[in-house]
C-alpha cells in the first residue's frame, strides 16, 4: 500500500520546484546556499526585498557565491569583487526563486526535467498572520523517495516514536481499510494493551486501541457501525454528514471547502485548492487518514485525527483535520542534494510546520513565536533522528536489492 502510495506520489508534477530553505532564513546581509543534486544554488534578497537566485559559482573565476556577501542587494562575490544584481551576466543566468511566505523554492528545469510550471504546487495552509511557524532542516544518506516513502508510512507512529504519539490507528488509506503490520495503543507494556497487541491477536485490523485502558484516547474504537461523522472505515456512507468524510475525500455532496485532505475536488469551492497546477486535486484519493493521540506530557496526550497527502513528489503533507489544531499542516519536503564523497545519495529534509488553533491563549503563543520556534524544531529534529535513520536504512537496503516487498 505504502509502495503504491509512493508510486503515486512521484509522478505527480512539480513543475522543477526545490524547496532549499525557510523564508525567514534569508537575511539582508548574506545568501542563503543550497546544493541541489549537485548544483550550488544562492538565494539573497534583492534591491526591492525580494528574493533573486542563480547558480553559487562566480561566473569569474568560480568563487563559492555561498560565502559571498549581500551589499543594497547585489550579492558581490568575495575573490575579486563582481556584483550579480539578479539578472543575466557574463554566462551566469537567474534561476525562478519563489517565496511562499514560509518556504523558498527555487526551480531548476535541468534538474528535474519535467514540463516547468510558474509556480510550485505549494500545499493550503492556515492564514499566516494566525499562524505559528517553525521550519525544521535535516539531511540524511537516502534518496527523496526513502523520505517520502517514510512519511507515507503512518504505522510507524506510535511504535518507532513512542514518546511522541499512542493511540495510533490508520482510519482510511488509498486502498481503504488498512491491512498490514499492527497498531499500538500506548500502553508501556504491549502484552497489556488491546487490539494494537501483538500478544493480544497479531492479526486483524491493526491500530486498534480498545481496551488499552488508559482512557487517553478520543479516537480509536469507532466501528464501521458508528453514526454519521464518525465513520471508521476511511469512507463516508451516503448516511454521513456532508463534509464528514473520514477518508479525506468529498462527496460531491460536500460543502464548498469542506475537503479534509487539504485538497478540492473540482466541485469545492474556490479557494481551497491544494496549489495543483490547473486547479485539480493531487492526493484527494490518495490520503491516509490516521487517529492519533500526540503525547504532550506525562499522560496529557492530545487526540487528533490527521491527513496525510501527497501532493507532488517531493512532499507530503499532514493536516489535522479533527481536534486541537484543526487546520494545522505540517509539510515534509525532500530535496535531493547530490551524492557525498563517498558517492552516496544525500536529501535534505525541510520540514514546516504551520499550526493554528482557534483557542484565545494561541495569539500569546504566536507572540511568543521566538521562544516556541525552537522548541517545534528540537521535537522536530527528534523525530526526525529516528525517521532518517528509517529513511537511510530504506535507502541501503534498495541500494544492494535487499529491500523486502
Ligand atoms: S571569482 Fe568571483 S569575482 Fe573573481
Ligand atoms: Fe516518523
Known amino acids: 500500500m505504502i509502495a503504491g502510495a509512493l508510486k503515486r506520489a512521484l509522478a505527480r508534477p512539480s513543475g522543477n520546484w526545490y524547496v532549499v530553505g525557510?523564508?525567514?532564513?534569508?537575511?539582508?546581509?548574506?545568501?542563503?546556499?543550497?546544493?541541489?543534486?549537485?548544483?550550488?544554488?544562492?538565494v539573497w534578497r534583492g534591491a526591492d526585498g525580494r528574493p533573486v537566485g542563480g547558480p553559487g559559482v562566480c561566473p569569474h573565476l568560480g568563487a563559492p557565491l555561498r560565502d559571498s556577501?549581500?551589499?543594497?542587494?547585489?550579492?558581490?562575490?568575495?575573490?575579486?569583487?563582481?556584483?550579480?544584481?539578479?539578472?543575466?551576466?557574463?554566462?551566469?543566468?537567474?534561476?525562478?526563486?519563489?517565496?511562499?511566505?514560509?518556504?523558498?523554492?527555487?526551480?531548476?528545469?535541468?534538474?528535474?526535467?519535467?514540463?516547468?510550471?510558474?509556480?510550485?504546487?505549494?500545499?493550503?495552509?492556515?492564514?499566516?498572520?494566525?499562524?505559528?511557524t517553525a521550519v525544521y532542516v535535516g539531511t540524511g544518506v537516502c534518496e527523496v523517495e526513502d523520505i517520502v516513502a517514510n512519511r507515507l508510512d503512518p504505522w510507524h507512529g506510535a511504535w518507532f516514536h513512542p514518546y511522541a504519539f499512542l493511540d495510533l490507528r490508520v482510519a482510511g488509506s488509498p486502498e481503504g481499510l488498512e491491512v498490514g503490520p499492527p497498531g499500538r495503543s500506548g500502553g508501556e507494556s504491549p502484552c497489556a494493551s488491546g487490539g494494537g497487541s501483538p500478544c493480544a491477536s497479531g492479526v486483524g485490523p491493526p491500530g486498534g486501541s480498545e481496551g488499552d485502558g488508559s482512557g487517553l484516547s478520543a479516537h480509536g474504537t469507532n466501528s464501521p457501525a458508528d453514526g454519521p461523522g464518525n465513520s471508521a472505515n476511511g469512507t463516508n456512507s451516503p448516511a454521513d454528514g456532508p463534509g464528514n468524510s473520514a477518508n479525506g475525500t468529498n462527496a460531491p455532496a460536500d460543502g464548498p471547502g469542506s475537503s479534509t485532505d487539504g485538497t478540492n475536488s473540482p466541485a469545492d469551492g474556490p479557494g481551497g485548492s491544494e496549489g495543483c497546477p490547473g486547479g485539480s486535486a493531487y492526493g484527494t484519493d490518495d490520503a491516509f487518514t490516521v487517529d492519533v493521540s500526540f503525547k504532550v506530557a506525562g499522560r496529557l496526550v492530545v487526540p487528533v485525527r490527521a491527513v496525510f497527502t501527497a501532493p507532488e513528489p517531493r512532499t507530503v503533507v499532514m493536516r489535522i483535520v479533527e481536534g486541537e489544531g484543526e487546520g494545522s499542516v505540517v509539510e515534509t519536503h525532500a530535496t535531493p542534494l547530490g551524492p557525498d564523497e563517498l558517492g552516496r545519495p544525500r536529501t535534505a529534509v525541510i520540514e514546516a510546520v504551520i499550526a493554528a488553533s482557534d483557542r484565545p491563549g494561541f495569539v500569546f503563543a504566536r507572540r511568543a513565536a521566538p521562544l516556541l520556534r525552537p522548541l517545534a524544531r528540537r521535537a522536530a529534529g527528534r523525530l526526525w533522528r529516528d525517521d532518517l535513520a528509517y529513511a537511510e536504512r530504506r535507502w541501503q537496503l534498495r541500494s544492494t536489492g535487499r529491500f523486502p516487498g
Open 69 to 132: 556577501p549581500v551589499r543594497c542587494g547585489a550579492l558581490v562575490c568575495h575573490w575579486h569583487g563582481l556584483a550579480l544584481h539578479g539578472t543575466p551576466y557574463a554566462g551566469w543566468a537567474p534561476l525562478p526563486v519563489h517565496d511562499d511566505g514560509v518556504l523558498l523554492w527555487v526551480r531548476l528545469d535541468e534538474v528535474g526535467g519535467e514540463a516547468p510550471l510558474d509556480t510550485p504546487v505549494v500545499p493550503r495552509r492556515p492564514e499566516r498572520s494566525r499562524a505559528l
Open 22 to 42: 525557510a523564508s525567514d532564513d534569508l537575511r539582508d546581509d548574506r545568501p542563503l546556499a543550497r546544493t541541489v543534486q549537485g548544483r550550488e544554488v544562492v
